[in-house]
């Protein structure tokens, strides 16, 4: 089976995976990887991204499509699959949906309600067949383009140029499509050949499907004959055409949502074409580029990746008998090496160091990734080694995004380091800034417990938390919230108890009985104890207020988002000499007012005024308010 889902409850979750492309970041530069997996550092969208997403998911329209159900000039859109949502889990909590095929009953197939052509349409040689899969990607390849464009349009961290991109690049990413095409008819004029392959007899009696067979706009599980099945004699070019396609990720489906994960949750891949018509399993994978990269370095060991994958996910019983990787900008099939067994247990066991050294829960310490980078390989046409001698490791260096920011990087840029700076709402005077890594509001206080109860809390009023006042001395308290998922109350905690809130940070709050007031969120890093003697580190009730923090940075990426239940974050990483913090402001609608009319680009050097922090999750975040008595600010530091 192609796809292969995580186990119940999944115990790693999908951020905390290893993939291939987090493997090879890893061993092209350690620190690299931790800028961007630990840090978060996003890196730019340049146009370049949307062409390979544009050339696959054409070419997986176009081998969808069926040369008995679709017309040479029908839409784009005339087989697209049906999708439903798929809610994974993480140690009991429900995560972000994801659309996959449907499997629902009544799911509107194309393939179940579309007539047949005419017999005499159906094309029967591969000149015919040819013909009509390239104008299938004729009315498939805009489409897939426009949508490209349109989201690099509306990501925040693009760069470059569209316009100039597309009038370099559009045509060549079209004949990549075709190229990809003939390359697949390749192998329908193999099944031809064969004569009888295997699955023929059981196409023609139909209901013999695969768990995951590949996209064919039919359902998963159906019994009829498709309409191109003869009842005997030869196969057919339409017949071969349905029987050697290959499974891939349908386009409609998700990003990600047809991957194929270990049975122990650790690793996951997601395959391009898998052809089985053969009986075999046979991986390819489609590369929109013509190979000369430093990126086919590490392809052998993607592929190497895949082949374990399946092995793995199949009982450790079925091998993959041949890949190839598709250079589509040459064009040219590359076989690859397919490891033997014993290579996969080697493989095995390397990733899954990897894995255990910078993906597995627990602090990670950054003088475990050091700033050493690989020298740059070079390589001819199709991926093969140029016999050039490798570039410096610095020249990895010069094209890494990272390279202004990282102390290892011989291009580190002055970053910014607290201090003064101006204050945009009364220029003559100054703030104070601090330095990000001297950002500390974690506070140790210690009450007496009083009204606890279950309350629903804002702002949906879905989901109960236990919730108190902690009482101090001379009628002084604060309002708390246990904001931890599954929190059982311990017997201990109840009215008159002493404790002490461990690891938390003060705000302001507001509820119409307690009008304005100091509130504790005891979140996923804070704890609560029992507490009869007092400790030297707990805070009074006068060291509480709320703290606004002001911070000179650099704007290194945006992490705007929409979420399904219709909230919105204005969001970005903001990095100093110091250390790397996310800023965000809840409510996206909210945002002019906080800007004042500053339209932010990435590498600004900004200034944020009146930002207070929070534990998001056990992380650190600073985040901005926009309210009647308080608005955070962000400007450029000019």
């Known amino acids: 089976m192609p796809v292969h889902d995580p186990p119940d409850d999944d115990p790693v979750g999908p951020y905390s ?11 092209r530069c350690p620190r690299m990887w931790w800028n961007r997996y630990e840090l978060g550092l996003l890196g730019g969208i340049p146009p370049i991204f949307g062409l390979g997403h544009s050339v696959e998911d054409a070419l997986c329209r176009v081998m969808r499509d069926s040369p008995v159900l679709v017309s040479s000039d029908a839409p784009s859109d005339t087989f697209d699959s049906p999708l439903m949502d798929v809610i994974p889990t ?98 329908v004029e193999e099944c031809i050949r064969v004569g009888n392959p295997p699955y023929l007899a059981g196409f023609r009696r139909g209901g013999e499907r695969p768990q995951w067979p590949a996209p064919d706009g039919f359902p998963y599980e159906h019994p009829d004959p498709h309409p191109a099945a003869q009842a005997e004699g030869d196969i057919s070019w339409c017949e071969a055409w349905e029987l050697a396609r290959p499974w891939f990720c349908d386009p409609d489906a998700s990003d990600f949502a047809m991957s194929s994960v270990h ?11 898998v052809y089985r018509w053969t009986g075999e399993a046979r991986i390819f994978d489609v590369k929109a580029s013509n190979g000369t990269s430093d990126y086919s370095f590490g392809y052998p060991e993607q592929m190497a990746i895949y082949a ?28 690859m090496r397919v490891p033997d067994e014993a290579a996969l247990l080697r493989l095995e066991a390397r990733l899954h160091g990897v894995f255990e050294r910078i993906k597995e829960p627990g602090e990670l310490d950054e003088a475990d990734f050091p700033p050493e980078p690989e020298q740059v390989r070079i390589f001819a046409p199709g991926g093969e080694p140029s016999g050039e001698p490798a570039l410096h490791p610095d ?33 003559s005077t100054t703030l104070d800034c601090t330095a990000i ?105 006068d060291e509480l207020d709320p703290q606004r923090w002001n911070i000179r940075a650099r704007m290194f990426n945006f992490e705007h988002k929409e979420y399904a239940d219709g909230g919105t974050k204005w969001g970005t990483r903001l990095v100093d000499f110091t250390g790397v913090i996310g800023f965000q402001l809840w409510d996206r609608d909210k945002a002019p007012q906080m800007l004042l009319a500053y339209a932010p680009e990435r590498g600004h050097d900004v200034l944020v005024v009146g930002a207070t922090a929070k534990d998001q999750f056990g992380t650190l975040v600073l985040e901005g308010k926009v309210t009647w008595a308080h608005t955070t600010r962000l400007v450029l530091n000019e």
């Not at 049975?263 to 074409?273: F, M, N």
Request: charged share 30%; net charge negative.
């Open 263 to 273: 049975p122990e949750g650790w690793l996951q891949g997601e395959y391009d074409l």
């Open 437 to 541: 890594g001297d950002i500390d509001p974690w506070k140790n206080v210690r009450g007496r417990v009083r009204n606890a109860r279950m309350e629903l809390q804002w702002p949906k009023n879905e989901v109960e938390a236990l919730e108190f006042f902690l009482d101090f001395d001379a009628g002084e308290w604060v309002a708390v919230v246990v904001k931890q998922e599954g929190y059982e109350q311990p017997d201990w905690l109840v009215d008159g108890a002493m404790v002490r809130l461990r690891d938390i940070i003060p705000a302001a709050g507001y509820k119409p009985n307690l009008k304005s007031h100091i509130r504790i969120d005891v979140s996923s890093r804070g704890s609560i104890e029992q507490a009869p003697d007092p400790d030297a580190g707990d805070s009074q009730f």
């Open 308 to 335: 374990y994958l399946w092995w793995v996910t199949h009982d450790r019983q079925e091998m993959v008998t041949a890949e190839e990787i598709w250079y589509l900008g040459v064009p040219v099939r590359k076989p």
């Open 17 to 27: 995976r290893l993939s291939h492309t987090q493997a090879d970041m890893y061993r």
């Open 90 to 187: 993480h140690n009991g909590r429900a995560l972000d949906a994801i659309q996959r095929p449907s499997t629902a009953e009544g799911a509107d197939w194309p393939g179940t309600r579309l007539p047949v052509l005419p017999e005499a349409e159906w094309p029967t040689d591969r000149a015919a067949i040819e013909q009509w899969a390239l104008a299938r990607a004729e009315i498939h390849f805009p489409r897939e383009w426009a949508a490209e464009r349109a989201s690099w349009e509306a990501d925040a961290n693009r760069v470059g140029d569209w316009v100039e991109f597309e009038a370099r690049n559009m045509d060549a990413a079209l004949e990549m499509v075709r190229a990809g095409i003939r390359f697949h008819l390749d192998e």
């Open 395 to 427: 020249t990895r260096c010069q094209q890494c995004e990272y390279a202004a920011v990282c102390d290892g990087s011989p291009f580190l840029d002055e970053l910014q380091n607290g201090g003064e700076a101006t204050n945009p709402l009364l220029l």
